[in-house]
């Protein structure tokens, strides 16, 4: 498609379950980065995939977070146990791979605004 | 990535220009200056992005002066749909591919 899909748009967990997330990415788009709107307007990156293998995972919280590219099916996000401090929006974010001109501009998604009670 | 400065918050009214200075003393030879645009509840969009001197598109210019530690944010004649927070991005995007955003500069237009 021509723009970067997420699911569900909303989702309310209570602490401990589990929560999934999905993305579909632009078509043709080599790279997809996950990132976590916690406050207002902090940004903080989760990560990133080079189709379906992992490019930079630095931003994971590895316990609970876990994250797939697979093949023919959208991205996912998922957090095991979820925790009071995870309710934020998460965004999907797509790009192709760097041109010379434009560097690596990144197409969002609308994100998934998670609520844990 | 090279930590950037810009105001909290901006008010303007229709039909003003508005500019938004961020500061980026640390910037090295290999970054760019990018910003983006958030309107409520949405994703960051992309505007515009440059490496020195100006840059225009339809939306925004860039200016950036020839030391380039810091650029300046130009939005013509503003309306009310331009409310949005702005943020300023530094970065070498060709080795570091992850955006980092700061606070950003929420902008509010008023009729």
């Known amino acids: 498609g021509e723009e970067v899909a997420q699911t569900p748009k909303h989702l309310v967990r209570g602490e401990g379950q589990k929560a999934k997330l999905y993305c579909a990415p632009i078509?043709?788009?080599?790279?997809v980065f996950w990132y976590q709107q916690v406050l207002k307007n902090e940004f903080k990156f989760l990560i990133s995939?080079?189709?379906?293998?992992?490019?930079?995972e630095t931003g994971m919280p590895k316990e609970r977070f876990s994250a797939k590219c697979l093949p023919n099916s959208p991205c996912s996000l998922e957090i095991q146990a979820t925790k009071l401090e995870d309710s934020a929006v998460y965004f999907c974010?797509?790009?192709?791979?760097?041109?010379?001109?434009?560097?690596?501009?990144?197409?969002f998604g609308p994100g998934t605004r998670l609520t844990v009670l | 990535l090279a930590k950037t400065t810009q105001p909290i918050s901006m008010d303007s009214y229709e039909g003003q220009e508005v500019n938004i200075t961020c500061s980026h003393n640390?910037?090295?030879?290999?970054?760019?200056i990018t910003w983006y645009q958030q309107f409520p509840s949405q994703g960051p969009r992309f505007i515009i992005q440059?490496?020195?001197t100006k840059v225009t598109n339809e939306v925004a210019s860039l200016f950036i002066p020839a030391d380039r530690k810091s650029s300046t944010l130009s939005l013509p004649r503003v309306s009310l749909s331009d409310t949005a927070v702005y943020y300023c991005?530094?970065?070498?995007?060709?080795?570091?591919?992850?955006?980092?955003f700061g606070a950003g500069t929420t902008v509010t237009v008023r009729a």
């Open positions: 078509k043709g788009h080599s790279y």
């Open positions: 995939f080079q189709n379906e293998n992992v490019f930079d």
């Open positions: 440059g490496y020195k």
């Open positions: 991005l530094v970065g070498d995007l060709s080795n570091d591919y992850k955006l980092s």
């Open positions: 640390n910037i090295a030879t290999n970054d760019y």
């Open positions: 974010a797509s790009s192709h791979s760097g041109t010379q001109t434009l560097h690596n501009e990144q197409f």
